[in-house]
């Protein structure tokens, strides 16, 4: 690739505050450092002590960098990352990510920085960082179908977004045929977590408006058409880097041994068999809501792991389901247990990061939508493209019963009209699960910012 004669890079990643944003940044990190490049990682402390306590084996090139956390009302001092607070406490959160500017500012202009890699709530960031000289590129963790929902930055800075219902079908500029829309329940539940002074569709507006370059969390195979139509609507360059697929985890310290009971336990599954249910770091039912989906998950008949973070299983659940369910109770480890070969399908959330999980694994998906950011999207996404079967639902509330959710998982896992989602389904593990293809993209992004080292040196002059 001629990387000999190439400038090393100085790069600066400044994420989101939350582990879904973090983990992919980084990810994107330690390709970019192989390649040669120094990377600064900016991040609060705890989230930053964190990185450093799971990830012992970064290089030196990745330099993991503490800017001080704001103080603001309703964020304990305790409190960094959106898996700390309740969804109500978020807004405040936005509020202290926006008084980071002046450290990060500050950063960037005595940092001899070439290129500034950023997310969506920084909307502030892009032009600071033309001020400076520095590079700026919005990285999207959500995917090309969100992004184009969302539209042309014009759209999203003027308000087209007034009512709840105004993003409950889909827009107009979508040229192809999607059915890819939010559920009522799904936006109220969602404008809970925004800045009422600085809207998450303003802050998207202005970050992709203000940037050099967007890249996404995506791929041609597997969403063609809103890729095409991003660079369309942006009016700027937008590059894949891939899915940025995770590698499996190793086992973790003191998970060792309840990694081993799981694993036990699973050795004495049939293969494909089991149903792993897992509903992300931060989504949260109500007691009625748990009590459904214990009930959908017992009525099921089916072996299953459940991994309980958020919520308690009702009273005799346990008991009743001893013989073929194992409860996984705090952090799990996701990648290991989504590898083994007793998992046959995947009851999720719709978070990016765990749909890229499963399907590198080739597993069918039981949709039940966790309601925040792009999750509802996702949802209809998947159903649309026959990877999984979306768990009906009231739309107004969110509402669903615990014999409809049976019905769904055993859909997906074993009814014989289940088979063309499982067949799709095990048909994308040629995409997500090729680490070669994976890389290629982003080895197109790096080389990218490369060719562009000129003009970051004629910008920093």
């Known amino acids: 690739?001629?990387?000999?004669?190439?400038?090393?890079?100085?790069?600066?990643?400044?994420?989101?505050?939350?582990?879904?944003?973090?983990?992919?940044?980084l990810r994107l990190s330690k390709f970019l450092s192989l390649r040669g490049h120094a990377v600064s990682f900016l991040?609060?402390?705890?989230?930053?002590?964190?990185?450093?306590?799971a990830h012992p084996e970064l290089p030196p090139s990745i330099r993991l960098v503490s800017l001080p956390m704001p103080h603001v009302p309703n964020v304990p001092d305790s409190a960094e990352s959106t898996s700390d607070l309740d969804i109500d406490s978020i807004p405040y959160l936005k509020k202290a990510y926006d008084l980071l500017e002046p450290a990060l500012t500050r950063f960037l202009s005595e940092g001899r920085v070439d290129w500034v890699i950023h997310d969506f709530a920084s909307h502030w960031l892009p032009q600071a960082a033309s001020r400076l000289g520095v590079g700026s590129v919005f990285f999207s963790t959500v995917n090309a179908t969100m992004l184009a929902y969302l539209g042309p930055p014009s759209e999203l800075i003027s308000g087209r977004y007034q009512k709840p219902e105004d993003l409950t079908c889909v827009p107009a500029w979508i040229p192809y045929e999607s059915t890819a829309s939010f559920r009522l329940h799904e936006v109220l539940k969602h404008q809970r977590?925004?800045?009422?002074?600085?809207?998450?569709?303003?802050?998207?507006?202005?970050?992709?408006?203000?940037?050099?370059?967007?890249?996404?969390?995506?791929c041609r195979e597997f969403e063609s058409e809103p890729l095409s139509l991003l660079p369309e609507i942006y009016q700027k360059p937008v590059i894949p880097i891939g899915l940025v697929t995770p590698a499996v985890q190793r086992d973790e310290g003191d998970d060792n041994e309840k990694w081993k009971a799981l694993k036990s336990w699973l050795s004495t599954k049939r293969e494909k068999s089991v149903l792993y249910?897992?509903?992300?770091?931060?989504?949260?039912?109500?007691?009625?809501?748990?009590?459904?989906?214990?009930?959908?998950?017992?009525?099921?008949?089916?072996?299953f792991v459940w991994v309980v973070r958020n919520c308690s299983v009702p009273a005799g659940f346990e008991e009743r389901v001893s013989d073929r369910g194992f409860i996984w109770a705090g952090w799990a480890?996701?990648?290991?247990?989504?590898?083994?070969?007793?998992?046959?399908?995947?009851?999720?959330?719709?978070?990016?990061?765990?749909?890229?999980?499963?399907?590198?694994?080739?597993?069918?998906?039981?949709?039940?939508?966790?309601?925040?950011?792009?999750?509802?999207?996702?949802?209809?996404?998947l159903h649309e493209k026959r990877v999984g079967f979306e768990v009906p639902r009231d739309e107004a509330d969110g509402s669903f019963t615990g014999d409809v959710l049976a019905e769904s998982i055993r859909l997906v896992m074993a009814e014989p009209e289940g088979e063309p989602v499982r067949a799709?389904?095990?048909?994308?593990?040629?995409?997500?699960?090729?680490?070669?293809?994976?890389?290629?993209?982003?080895?197109?992004?790096?080389?990218?910012?490369?060719?562009?080292?000129?003009?970051?040196?004629?910008?920093?002059?």
């Open 193 to 218: 977590c925004m800045d009422e002074e600085v809207s998450d569709f303003c802050r998207f507006g202005h970050t992709i408006d203000g940037c050099d370059l967007v890249i996404v969390r995506s």
């Open 277 to 303: 249910i897992a509903l992300g770091t931060e989504v949260m039912l109500s007691s009625e809501l748990t009590n459904e989906l214990a009930s959908g998950i017992e009525k099921s008949g089916l072996p």
């Open 1 to 25: 690739m001629g990387n000999e004669s190439k400038r090393s890079l100085h790069i600066a990643m400044f994420p989101w505050l939350a582990h879904g944003h973090i983990t992919p940044f």
């Open 43 to 53: 991040s609060t402390p705890s989230n930053v002590a964190r990185l450093a306590l």
């Open 333 to 381: 480890p996701q990648t290991r247990i989504l590898a083994h070969e007793a998992i046959g399908g995947f009851l999720t959330h719709c978070g990016w990061n765990s749909t890229i999980e499963a399907l590198s694994r080739g597993l069918p998906l039981v949709l039940f939508s966790g309601g925040s950011a792009d999750q509802g999207l996702m949802a209809r996404f």
């Open 424 to 461: 799709t389904a095990r048909a994308m593990k040629e995409v997500f699960g090729d680490t070669e293809l994976q890389n290629k993209y982003m080895e197109e992004f790096a080389e990218t910012l490369e060719k562009s080292a000129a003009k970051g040196q004629k910008m920093a002059t």
